[in-house]
């Protein structure tokens, strides 16, 4: 079963990757992103990826949904952090 998941997913990121724009946030952005706007945005009740896929206007289902903010960190480094 993890492997069909895993099959869906990856499936469904090759499909994003051709529709969507690569998106490529400098590290410092990211950073400034986390200690200035994430708080503020916090309070007003958004998610954290909800907040980040806001702030640099980037459409992604699941950093926008996901409800944990270390699983939304983690794919943020690997997809869109350089």
């Known amino acids: 079963m993890f492997e069909e998941k ?5 499936t469904l990121t090759e499909i994003q990757s051709e ?4 998106y490529n946030i400098a590290r410092d952005d990211h950073d400034f992103w986390k ?5 503020f945005d916090i309070i007003k009740g958004q ?5 980040w896929c806001n702030h640099f206007n ?4 699941f ?12 794919y943020l480094n690997k ?4």
């Open 6 to 10: 895993r099959t869906i997913y990856s």
């Open 35 to 39: 200690k200035t706007v994430l708080p």
């Open 19 to 22: 529709v969507l724009p690569s």
């Open 58 to 61: 980037v459409l992604d289902v």
């Open 63 to 74: 950093v926008f949904y996901c409800t944990s903010s270390a699983e939304v960190e983690e």
């Open 47 to 51: 998610r954290y990826g909800q907040c």
């Open 79 to 82: 997809t869109y952090v350089k």
